[in-house]
């Protein structure tokens, strides 16, 4: 039973998200390349973020977010004091190279602008520090405004330790602890009701 559970997992893992391996490097980094790609490809092979629903990770033993002290795509300062201002922050760990992640970005983008004063959203794309440019022009094309962090060693040894593919999705309290399962894969309909859904439950559980 259990390696069938397992294997469920494994499947979901495959069609909604990717490893976080860069691709050879004949593949265009810029993230509206992926998104064109994937868009015009659609009709010949598998939706890699087909599934109906996101996959939950076995992660949950990790119990907190990492201290760190970083800078955005947009050279701004941000630290996890960000953490402290909101009862909820989603953190969006993404590629510019994975077509799920990219494929959900405009949604959260509107999640975003739609979260009440005490939620918040911000995301860390693993390869920003080679992909600056591309994910500021991609970010303004698609109208979302949430932060993008570049990682810090802190933030990339975290990542290196814990992830293993995107996107995925970490919530966090005012403290920077984890507050419910870490969540792998994308949505494949409706990722802002998803995402929301999510926020829901975690605030069920901070109460």
Not at 117 to 127: G, R
Not at 133 to 141: A, L, S, V
Not at 169 to 174: L, M, N
Request: net charge negative; aromatic share 6%; with cysteine.
């Amino acid at each position: 039973m259990k390696k069938i559970i397992a294997t469920l997992i494994l499947s979901a893992l495959m069609l909604t998200a990717c490893s976080t391996d860069k691709p050879n490097s004949d593949t265009s980094s810029d993230p509206a390349s992926v998104s064109s790609s994937s868009e015009e490809s659609s009709s010949s092979e598998p939706d890699t973020a087909s599934s109906s629903e996101s996959s939950v990770s076995e992660t949950s033993e990790i119990k907190e977010f990492p201290k760190f002290t970083s800078k955005t795509v947009n050279d701004e300062d941000i630290s996890n004091d960000v953490f402290a201002k909101y009862d909820l922050t989603m953190i969006n760990i993404w590629a510019t190279w994975c077509g799920p992640c990219v494929g959900e970005m405009p949604e959260l983008g509107e999640m975003h602008k739609n979260l009440p004063e005490n939620l918040n959203l911000v995301t860390i794309a693993i390869d920003a520090a080679d992909s600056k440019e591309d994910i500021i022009k991609f970010m303004q094309e698609k109208k979302a405004e949430m932060p993008v962090i570049v990682p810090d060693e802190t933030i990339t040894k975290f990542l290196k330790e814990n992830v293993n593919a995107v996107p995925t999705t970490i919530f966090v309290d005012k403290d920077g602890k984890i507050v419910g399962d870490i969540i792998t894969g994308a949505p494949s309909e409706d990722v802002e009701k998803s995402y929301r859904a999510e926020f829901d439950k975690r605030l069920e559980m901070i109460k």
